[in-house]
């Protein structure tokens, strides 16, 4: 069907006319934050517990904007006769965000859930330098996060959270460990001071001389 002529210019006319009855609307930042939405991509942040150095996210940056260093560490065997193992320790993980694109495919291929996007988006630097963000400012952000939406009744619990709680119970544990052998040996020490304090003096003597004939 030819198009009537004519029809392309009541059709801009009417989009002009719309937009001339709408309310103007001026955003006073940075008086008033704007509302963004939950997944606004700002700024990437880093759970450096999570990370174990498989390098997945540098090999498939199409910008190569992710610089990670590592070495390998001997763990001693966790059991008696086994075999000692080695890992990668993190010695630096930075973005240059002066080159990302904010693709988002560093933390789509993440296996372990080490990277995460903030909508923080206030990090503008007059150094160009001063955007590449090292391993410690990345962990900052992590606090800017929003936390995730609800889980429908019955799903699954994401692995993220299972991760971060599994290693809040660990040490949680150690710290109960440290405190409950913290107490074990304030016992000891109190109660051996006492039994020393209800001691007669002959008895301190004879247990001295005791002790010179084993030795």
């Known amino acids: 069907m030819p198009p009537i002529p004519g029809s392309g210019l009541a059709k801009g006319l009417a989009v002009t006319l719309r937009t001339m009855t709408k309310r103007t609307v001026t955003a006073q930042y940075p008086d008033v934050q704007p509302e963004l939405p939950p997944r606004t ?10 990370c174990t150095v498989c390098m997945l996210c540098a090999r498939e940056c199409p910008d190569w904007c992710i610089y990670i260093d590592s070495h390998k560490e001997t763990v001693p065997p966790a059991a ?3 075999r000692e193992r080695s890992r990668n320790v993190l010695d630096r993980f930075a973005i240059d965000f002066a080159l990302c694109m904010y693709c988002g495919i560093c933390i789509e291929v993440c296996p372990f859930d080490a990277l995460f996007w903030s909508p923080e ?3 503008a630097e007059t150094d160009i330098h001063e955007l590449t963000h090292e391993r410690d400012k990345l962990r900052e952000w992590m606090w800017t996060v929003p936390e995730p ?3 429908d009744p019955g799903a699954e619990e994401p692995k993220e959270i299972a991760a971060a709680r599994k ?6 544990a150690q710290e109960e460990r440290e405190a409950q052998e913290a107490r074990e040996a304030q ?11 209800a001691e007669s ?4 003597s004879d247990r001295a001389a005791e002790q010179e004939g084993q030795e």
């Open 41 to 50: 991509r700002g700024v990437i942040g880093l759970f450096e517990e999570n």
């Open 80 to 82: 008696p006769g086994g």
């Open 121 to 123: 988006f206030e990090y």
């Open 149 to 151: 939406p609800a889980l």
């Open 167 to 172: 290693t809040a119970d660990k040490l949680r």
């Open 187 to 197: 016992e000891t020490r109190e109660t051996q001071e006492a039994r020393e304090a």
């Open 201 to 204: 003096p002959e008895d301190r």
